[in-house]
Each structure stands twice: as structure tokens, then as C-alpha cells.
């Protein structure tokens, strides 16, 4: 369902004088808002192209990647995506959670490139940039249509959450699983009620994630998460790794990743200015954790690694699975040639 009755913009022509800097040249057709997502205006576009070549694949378990969104509602402070509004003349912050491009013709393109006698079936991540099942995927349904072209082409996926919405989607995942290797992922690192309103505003919350991953097993199917980023002197002590990590394995899930914050490009200053209001007591520590890139230091990662290991061998968790493991921090700034 489209709602013609919505729009703000057709064709690229603004109504109401609204500005819509860069959107023009990516096949812009009509920017809509809905009651139902205030503050939110998606901009529906016609891509030519689905599957996007991960540039530095060589270190990565996948090749290609499908994205069938743009900005996220999910609007974490943290979110390494935020950098990519930037090639569209869209700021990294608000603009990042609350302009959403949406590629309303992405299943089709995805099956015309499968269809190419070139194409090698190699593994298609979904969810490494923007989440697949952020709140606009209840009305546009880009995921069924994206699974099934994959599936029936016999390409191999990986899938990575914090959306709750995949529960909509289980029995095709799973029918899915049945013809193609296939791995589920959820996203979850902060278990502090407070802090998760704070720092991921428009995700689900842990309670229902930890639900979620409950529902995937039940399914039949394995549930690996990623508890990641770990934020440095917020979510990152034995006491709320352990507690944590508890609830996963008390969920079912198979195995999980740990691995910290990394602040790369216009995300760093744009989650500075979050720790700033909300946390102003850390922000000389961060400034001396980050003050030699985007990542954080040798010793702070052996730490972490080190207080992690135990905690996972207790609740009797599996360690990093492939299909996930890396994804995040390594394709944490795509090049923008693989954007769309």
C-alpha cells in the first residue's frame, strides 16, 4: 500500500515548498509522511541496482549485501551507518533518523540481477548498514519479496536485527533455511532499561528482543546475537555483561559476539554530542579512549575480550559465528559507489 493521499513530494517536485537536497538524482518518486510514523517522511525511489559488492570483502564472511533502506528509525546515537545520509546532501543526525529512503522496487531488481548467468550464488548479508525490519517495513514489506527472490535463486543470507517485526517474516525464513544455508542474528547490547530509551530511542526493547530470539528458536531455527557495540564505562562491567548475557542464553540463543563502540566519521561527533547531555562525566574518557581513530585501543579491546570470555563459556554460549562476526565494524563506512 502506497499513500497517495500523504504525499509531500512527487517526482522530485516538492509541495509545500519542502526541500529534498540530493534525493533527485537517486530516482526520486514521492516523499510521503503517515499518522502512524510522526516525525518520519519516507522517500519512496526506483533503484537500479540490488545487490551492492561489499568493497573490502577479502576480510568479510560475505561478498555482496542487500539494503533495502536508507536512514533508520531506530535513530541509535551510535549507529556507523549515519555517515552514508551524508552522500545525499541529508545530515547524519536527525535528518538520519527521520528521512527514510525506501527502494520500493528493490525485490524486483534483486531478482533480475539473480537472474544473471554471471551471478555465483555467494552469501547476501541483510541489515549491515540499515536495520531490514526498522518500523517502516510494517507498511512496505520490502523483506518477503527480498527473502523469496534469494531463497529461489539458491543464494545463501545472513540476516541481522533489532526489529522485531522479523517475527512477521519467521515461517519464510525458516522454509528459506530449508533450501539455502541461512544465518539469523539479533542485535543486543545494552539490558538497562533507561539506558536503552537513551541511547536506541526507536528500537525495540530488550525484553522483546530477548523475545524475539525466543521465537527464533522456537522456529527451529539457530539465533546468534551480537551484543556489540559495548559501551566503554556504561554497558561495559562484569555485572551487566553477566546479566546480559544471562538473559540471552535464557532466551535460547546459540552463540554470541562481543566486541566494543567504534566512532568513525560524522558519527563520532554526532554521539559525542549524546554523551555530552546524557553522560558529560565520561566525556574526557572517551575523548582519551578515541583520541587515535575510530576504534578502541589494544588494551581496551584485551580487556573487554578478556572479562567477555569467561562470562560466555559460563552461560554456556558458543563464541563468534562466522556470518557475523566481523560485519559490523568492517563495513561500518560502506564507499558510496555500493550504496545503491
Keep these: 500500500m502506497r499513500w497517495a493521499n500523504q504525499a509531500v513530494a512527487v517526482n522530485g517536485r516538492p509541495v509545500e515548498d519542502e526541500a529534498l537536497p540530493g534525493l533527485q538524482r537517486i530516482g526520486l518518486v514521492r516523499s510521503v509522511r503517515a499518522p502512524q510514523f510522526e516525525g518520519i517522511t519516507f522517500h519512496e525511489v526506483l533503484c537500479k541496482s540490488a545487490l551492492n559488492r561489499v568493497p573490502n570483502a577479502a576480510a568479510l564472511p560475505f561478498t555482496y549485501t542487500v539494503n533495502g533502506y536508507r536512514g533508520c528509525s531506530h535513530a541509535c546515537r551510535y549507529c556507523f551507518a549515519r555517515p552514508t545520509h551524508e552522500y545525499l546532501d541529508l545530515n547524519c543526525g536527525n535528518d538520519f533518523d527521520s528521512q527514510v529512503i525506501v527502494k520500493t522496487n528493490v ?9 544473471r548467468p554471471s551471478w555465483r550464488r555467494e552469501t547476501v548479508a541483510l541489515g549491515t ?3 531490514p525490519y526498522q518500523r517502516a517495513e510494517g507498511r512496505y514489506a520490502l523483506m518477503p519479496g527480498i527473502i523469496s527472490a534469494l531463497a529461489q535463486s539458491g543464494t545463501p543470507m545472513s540476516i541481522l536485527t ?26 543486543l547490547a545494552v539490558g538497562d532499561p533507561e539506558l536503552h530509551r537513551d541511547v ?18 522456537d522456529a527451529g531455527l539457530d ?21 546480559l548475557l544471562g538473559q540471552i542464553a ?25 554523551l555530552a547531555r546524557s553522560h558529560p562525566e565520561l566525556v574526557g574518557r572517551y575523548r582519551e579512549l578515541y583520541r587515535r581513530g575510530a576504534y578502541l585501543p589494544p ?21 563468534d559465528h562466522r556470518p557475523f562476526a566481523r560485519a559490523a565494524p568492517a563495513v561500518a563506512e560502506p564507499a558510496q559507489p555500493t550504496l545503491f
Design 223 to 243: 539465533c546468534h546475537v551480537m551484543v556489540a557495540p559495548v559501551l566503554p564505562h556504561l554497558t561495559d562491567s562484569a555485572e551487566h555483561l553477566d546479566g
Design 250 to 274: 535464557d532466551a535460547g540463543a546459540t552463540g554470541v559476539t562481543v566486541f566494543g563502540l567504534h566512532l568513525r566519521s560524522s558519527t563520532r561527533g554526532w554521539f559525542m554530542e549524546w
Design 162 to 187: 533489532k526489529g522485531t517485526l522479523l517475527r512477521r517474516d519467521l515461517p519464510l525464513i525458516a522454509d528459506a533455511a530449508q533450501r539455502v544455508s541461512l544465518s539469523v542474528a539479533v542485535s
Design 129 to 131: 548498514n540499515t536495520d
Design 299 to 319: 588494551d581496551y579491546r584485551d580487556m573487554l575480550r578478556a572479562r567477555a570470555a569467561p562470562l560466555i563459556r559460563k552461560h554456556r554460549l558458543a563464541g
Design 200 to 217: 536506541e530511542p526507536g528500537t525495540p526493547t530488550p525484553q522483546a528482543r530477548l523475545g524475539l530470539i525466543a521465537a527464533i528458536r
Design 107 to 115: 525485490a524486483e531488481v534483486l531478482r533480475r540481477e539473480l537472474r
